[in-house]
């Protein structure tokens, strides 16, 4: 069952900034949102994961509002490489064998 | 390098064929599982296994069999019950009660003639 919303598709200019946001508006106190993507044709790859503060690693940044219904994936700065579908999942930790891979989105970074 | 391996990558079967997908990883995970993605589609689960010995339907397993008889291994079958099996499939692994990571093979994809 879809626990959250993306749009579809979103394009990006190449070294500027992709937020790709993500509506979990049923999310509960237990539950983590996680972002992974997934490159034409291969497994998905796992990018980050946070419960209620912002986080970031070498790959992203996760904002999570504070009333925890919404939250935004930022990379950065853009390559070409960074082209894919990305998935935003909401579950609760240890529960993971759960996650619901919606459709997610395209994103798609532009030269 | 630690990673999982999935075999076949490209697969060919006729109709009414059984045929059985690979799975290994020597990541020392606990947990393991298998997802199938159609075009332009998410992923869907199929079944997971966390402990050896010991598998669970995901939400699509009708059509499909798997056995867990190696912590390193989790083939999977797709039986001639399966009415699409058209497909690409892919298998994870996970450190059980780790915090969501889960690490994919580059995937098997399945068409049926």
């Known amino acids: 069952d879809a626990k959250t919303t993306q749009p579809p598709s979103m394009d990006c200019a190449e070294g500027r900034a992709a937020n790709l946001p993500c509506n979990h508006s049923t999310i509960s106190g237990n539950e983590y949102v996680y972002w992974y993507r997934q490159i034409h044709s291969q497994g998905p790859q796992y990018i980050i994961h946070?419960?209620?503060n912002n986080e970031t690693n070498e790959m992203a940044s996760l904002i999570i509002t504070e009333d925890r219904k919404s939250s935004t994936l930022i990379l950065p700065h853009a390559t070409l490489r960074d082209t894919a579908v990305y998935y935003c999942?909401?579950?609760?930790?240890?529960?993971?064998?759960?996650?619901?891979f919606g459709s997610g989105t395209k994103l798609n970074v532009k030269p | 390098d630690g990673g999982i391996t999935q075999s076949p990558k490209y697969l060919f079967r006729k109709e009414g064929q059984n045929v059985t997908l690979s799975c290994e990883q020597n990541?020392?995970?606990?947990?393991m599982y298998w997802y199938r993605q159609d075009p332009g589609q998410g992923l869907r689960l199929i079944y997971y296994?966390?402990?050896?010995?010991?598998?669970q339907k995901g939400d699509i397993a009708e059509g499909y069999s798997v056995s867990r008889e190696k912590k390193e291994s989790f083939p999977l079958t797709v039986t001639s019950a399966q009415k699409n099996p058209t497909a690409f499939y892919l298998c994870?692994?996970?450190?059980?009660?780790?915090?969501?990571?889960?690490?994919f093979g580059e995937g098997s994809r399945l068409t049926v003639l």
């Open positions: 296994s966390q402990i050896v010995n010991d598998f």
């Open positions: 990541l020392n995970h606990d947990a």
């Open positions: 994870a692994s996970s450190i059980s009660g780790d915090a969501g990571e889960l690490f």
């Open positions: 999942i909401v579950d609760a930790l240890y529960n993971f064998n759960k996650f619901y």
């Open positions: 946070g419960l209620k």
